[in-house]
């Protein structure tokens, strides 16, 4: 269910004796919000997990038509709160659905990519959070268009270069450096740590490179030895 700003009331209080949770009536005590249909919800805002309805003990409890059961609002409950802009803007109402997050994708290099020695990679990241999601070229094109179906407003989308072939030693060192020039370049905080030092992720080694010889091939020129090795 979609809320925008001005139908919710954020950063409220409760000292006890006025909601009970309604599958075990045990009181609740904490910071809640108000929706305009008149419910109550555990929390400073739907941004704030985990999320659980609350009841007034005068109330009789309803059933959650989302989940099934009774009160079982949690962090997965399609329960949203977007900016009055973003609302007005795309003209939602409280049954629209909602622009949905980023949601992770492993990227696998191409053929052709390979050939080519490199490959795009995409990443979405929230604004408030150091959380970072890869994504397809497809997710990426409806953030950055601004599409309506995805949530624009609170995520953060980038991409870079990574190679994927040739000397394995030059490729580990250009893509770290791609790595710390984008987290410097946008500001993203622990974005190496995504990473965890696999800087030469993907790479593969291309037809008639990486051979080896157990000495039974290959002379020294200027020795006339035997040559074992790569």
Same mark, same amino acid.
């Given at each position: ?7 919710? =009331? ?35 805002? $739907?941004?704030?997990? $985990? ?57 696998? $290099? ?37 599409? $309506? ?32 020039? =984008? ?48």
């Amino acid at each position: 269910m979609y809320f925008p700003k001005s139908q919710i =009331t954020t950063n409220l209080y409760t000292n006890g004796r006025e909601f009970i949770y309604p599958n075990s009536s045990q009181e609740y005590i904490g910071y809640y919000f108000k929706t305009s249909d008149g419910n109550y919800f555990t929390g400073r805002n $739907p941004n704030d997990p $985990p999320i659980q309805e609350i009841i007034t003990e005068i109330q009789s409890p309803t059933e959650d038509a989302e989940e099934g059961e009774m009160g079982s609002y949690n962090t997965s409950a399609n329960l949203y709160l977007v900016p009055n802009v973003y609302a007005f803007a795309v003209d939602l109402d409280a049954n629209s659905i909602p622009p949905l997050p980023p949601f992770q994708v492993i990227n696998l $290099p191409t053929e052709e990519e390979y050939q080519i020695n490199e490959f795009q990679r995409y990443f979405a990241t929230k604004f408030n959070e150091i959380k970072y999601i890869e994504i397809n070229l497809e997710q990426y094109n409806k953030f950055i268009n601004e599409e $309506p179906i995805v949530d624009y407003n609170l995520y953060n989308v980038f991409s870079f270069p990574w190679l994927i072939s040739g000397n394995r030693n030059k490729v580990y060192d250009i893509n770290k450096n791609t790595v710390e020039r =984008t987290q410097n370049l946008y500001s993203l905080q622990g974005f190496k740590s995504y990473f965890k030092n696999r800087y030469d992720q993907y790479f593969k080694y291309m037809v008639g490179s990486n051979l080896k010889t157990d000495g039974t091939e290959f002379l020294i020129q200027s020795t006339n030895k035997l040559y074992t090795g790569l």
